[in-house]
Nanobody, 125 residues
Framework: QVQLVESGGGLAQAGDSLRLSCELSGGNFNAYYYGWFRQTPGLEREFVAA????????DYADSVKGRFAVSRDDAKSTAFLQMNNLKPEDTAVYFC??????????????????WGQGTQVTVSL
């Protein structure tokens, strides 16, 4: 049974950095692309970033481009989201997800098969 577990969320001040981790168990990490999404109460889940299982550039939402970096360590079965220069509007529950439907990556949450439980990121001024 595939499971994704996120960690690394917490409290931060504007301008700080946090790194989220997403560890996969029960499956072949190399077989999936990984996406990061975030959600605030009352709003739809929002795409943040995604990284392919192929050698193509990652994809980023415009709101985080230049501040966030997604990566993966296949040997550790872990994907990462490095978040720099955090802003209060980055406050959300962050979810990682894995999928195998498309060849590279996708912003469509319906194309992801497995989801983590989410980790809260709160950024204050």
């Amino acid at each position: 049974q595939v499971q994704l577990v996120e960690s690394g969320g917490g409290l931060a001040q504007a301008g700080d950095s946090l790194r989220l981790s997403c560890e996969l168990s029960g499956g072949n990490f190399n077989a999936y692309y990984y996406g990061w999404f975030r959600q605030t109460p009352g709003l739809e889940r929002e795409f943040v970033a995604a990284i392919s299982r192929r050698r193509v550039p990652p994809d980023y939402a415009d709101s985080v481009k230049g501040r966030f970096a997604v990566s993966r360590d296949d040997a550790k079965s872990t994907a990462f989201l490095q978040m720099n220069n955090l802003k209060p509007e980055d406050t959300a529950v962050y979810f990682c997800a894995s999928g195998s439907t498309v060849l590279t990556t996708t912003r469509n949450p319906e194309m992801y098969d497995y989801w983590g439980q989410g980790t809260q990121v709160t950024v204050s001024l």
